[in-house]
């Protein structure tokens, strides 16, 4: 999609779309992740800030996080929703920290609250998220001696910067993201989030755009972490969904990159958020449960080897025709493009 119009299609949704008005923590719970050859007790935590920097000037196409934030947030309400987080801790070893937004930037959480939260953890790592923007070599330098490991997660989601420009509305570019993962990995462990079929792309270019990158984050990151996109409220993609010009990936889909990504050094996760369900990634309705469980098993021992014999199911051959189909039944070139392919046959 033309930049601009994709711009103006979000805005106009968010325009649209109400955030909230609580003040309370969003939501924790507790999970499991493979880390250093082991696989860990994890916390997870959402803050509910004022929310993405980004989504009050734009947003990301797949992006309905800005829907849970509260515009009107103060620092009181965060230190409450710090105390309601530590009641819930026990002393997990990994500490996920999300706030829909960035932890990094001043706006969201203030440098002396960000290194509070920080404290108040006993854990051997901690992951917080960050738009590129707001990562700032010597503030990353006073947290990492806050903890064991400071983990910085960015989400990148593509490599290729014309699938960050016209597909996501990403905001930032490629070099942006290698300029200030070098500035850090000095002090932090770093993690990429790429998106698993942005609007626009049909599946088979979809798989292709995260195997390309991971390919190019390899030797920038320590982790990846795939996010199938689910279809969220509020969001160009939750649009385009209704009029049914989207499909979530196919699960078979997530199955082949991991397969092309063995070869990998680093250690590739994927986001169980969703999948499974109609608005997340999805098979036929029989296989899911089957191909979840083997993905949450992966997620928590990085090992490929169920992906070799896995188990198969009718739904896999349509995925693989329709995978081959699909680039021909969309036409994506310009009106004269077509003109000059087809004379005759395509008039104004
Ligand atoms: S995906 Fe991240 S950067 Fe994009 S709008 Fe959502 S929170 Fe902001
Ligand atoms: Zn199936």
Redesign the pocket.
């Known amino acids: 999609m033309d930049q601009n119009k994709l711009k103006e299609e979000i805005e106009s949704i968010h325009e649209r779309t109400s955030r909230s008005e609580n003040k309370g923590l969003i939501t924790c719970w507790n999970e499991r992740e493979f880390f250093e050859e082991k696989t860990l007790d994890a916390f997870s935590i959402i803050f509910r800030t004022r929310g993405c920097s980004w989504s009050y000037s734009s947003g990301c196409s797949m992006c309905g996080y800005y829907t849970d934030t509260n515009p009107q947030m103060d620092e009181d309400a965060l230190k409450e929703q710090l105390n309601r987080a530590l009641s819930e801790y026990e002393a997990q070893e990994i500490v996920k920290i999300y706030t829909s937004g960035s932890f990094l930037d001043e706006h969201e959480i203030n440098e002396k609250l960000a290194l509070q939260i920080l404290e108040a953890f006993d854990a051997k790592k901690i992951v917080v998220e960050s738009r590129p923007e707001f990562i700032d070599a010597k503030k990353i330098k006073i947290y990492s001696k806050k903890v064991d490991t400071l983990e910085v997660a960015i989400g990148l989601e593509s490599a290729n910067d014309f699938v960050l420009k016209n597909c996501i509305n990403k905001g930032f570019r490629f070099k942006d993201y290698k300029k200030k993962v070098k500035q850090i990995s000095e002090h932090a462990s770093i993690r990429t989030y790429l998106l698993l079929k942005p609007p626009f792309l049909l599946e088979k270019e979809a798989v292709n755009d995260v195997v390309e990158s991971i390919r190019k984050v390899k030797d920038l990151t320590d982790i990846v972490s795939i996010n199938p996109v689910n279809v969220q409220r509020g969001t160009l993609v939750e649009k385009l969904w209704k009029k049914n010009l989207y499909r979530p990936p196919w699960l078979w889909s997530i199955i082949e990159v991991l397969s092309q990504a063995e070869a990998s050094d680093n250690a590739v996760f994927i986001s169980e958020a969703g999948v499974g369900s109609k608005r997340g990634a999805h098979?036929?309705g029989?296989?899911d449960d089957d191909l979840k469980k083997i993905i949450q098993d992966y997620n928590q021992t990085q090992n490929h080897k169920p992906f070799k014999d896995i188990l198969e199911?009718?739904?896999?051959e349509r995925w693989e025709r329709e995978s081959d189909i699909e680039p021909f039944l969309f036409f994506r070139g310009t009106a004269e493009l077509l003109r000059s392919r087809c004379p005759g046959i395509y008039r104004r």
């Open positions: 098979n036929c029989e296989c199911c009718d739904c896999r």
